[in-house]
Structure formats: structure tokens, C-alpha cells
């Protein structure tokens, strides 16, 4: 089992900058891969970005790039992502991911952009 804790989220304003973490503990060494997920109200989850543990490669969806950077701490077992000159639609509870030979998520951190 993994256990997944996340903290950072928050309010912000248009143009501004948070940074989530995600600790992760329990079966860690079984983890590929680590990211970030958001879910909009009446959305369907969508994947944010992604790192994978042993090369660091990373994936980001589309309309982030140039603007959130994920990254991860092996001795903190911990996984960040920087999320820069922020926009109302990225307004969205964001979710940390760890796959194994299974998917887990943590409970979510919400974060608003207002305009």
C-alpha cells in the first residue's frame, strides 16, 4: 500500500504562483511513476504532469507548459509541482498520483485562481 498526502493549494490571483507536495509513504519503492491530476467542477479528471522515478522523464499536459514544473525529491519520497503565472482555468481540486502495479491518489487540494 502507498499512502499519498498532499498540501499547498490555496487562493491566488491571476498571474501569481503555488506550489503543491505531494509525501508519499508505505510501499514507495514499488513506485514508477508519481504526478499530478486536477478535477474542474463538471469536468472529467485530467492528468497535469507525470515523472517517473528512476529517469525523471516527465509529461505535461498541454496547456501547462511553460508554466507548471514538476519535480521530486527521492529522499523526501516527495513530488512538487511549481505552478506558475496561474490562470482562472486552472482553477480545480488537484489530485497526487502513484502508480505501482496499482493506481493511488491522495485526497485532493483545491486551488482557486481568481481573475
Known amino acids: 500500500q502507498v499512502q499519498l498526502v498532499e498540501s499547498g493549494g490555496g487562493l491566488v490571483q491571476a498571474g501569481g504562483s503555488l506550489r503543491l507536495s505531494c509525501a508519499a509513504s508505505?510501499?514507495?519503492?514499488?513506485?514508477?511513476?508519481m504526478g499530478w491530476y486536477r478535477q474542474a467542477p463538471g469536468k472529467q479528471r485530467e492528468l497535469v504532469a507525470t515523472?517517473?522515478?528512476?529517469?525523471?522523464?516527465?509529461n505535461y499536459l498541454e496547456s501547462v507548459k511553460g508554466r507548471f514544473t514538476i519535480s521530486r525529491d527521492n529522499a523526501k519520497n516527495t513530488v512538487y509541482l511549481q505552478m506558475n503565472s496561474l490562470k482562472p482555468e486552472d482553477t480545480a481540486v488537484y489530485y497526487c498520483?502513484?502508480?505501482?502495479?496499482?493506481?493511488?491518489w491522495g485526497q485532493g487540494t483545491q486551488v482557486t485562481v481568481s481573475s
Open positions: 498520483y502513484a502508480r505501482s502495479y496499482r493506481s493511488y
Open positions: 508505505g510501499s514507495i519503492f514499488s513506485i514508477n511513476v
Open positions: 515523472i517517473t522515478t528512476n529517469d525523471g522523464s516527465m
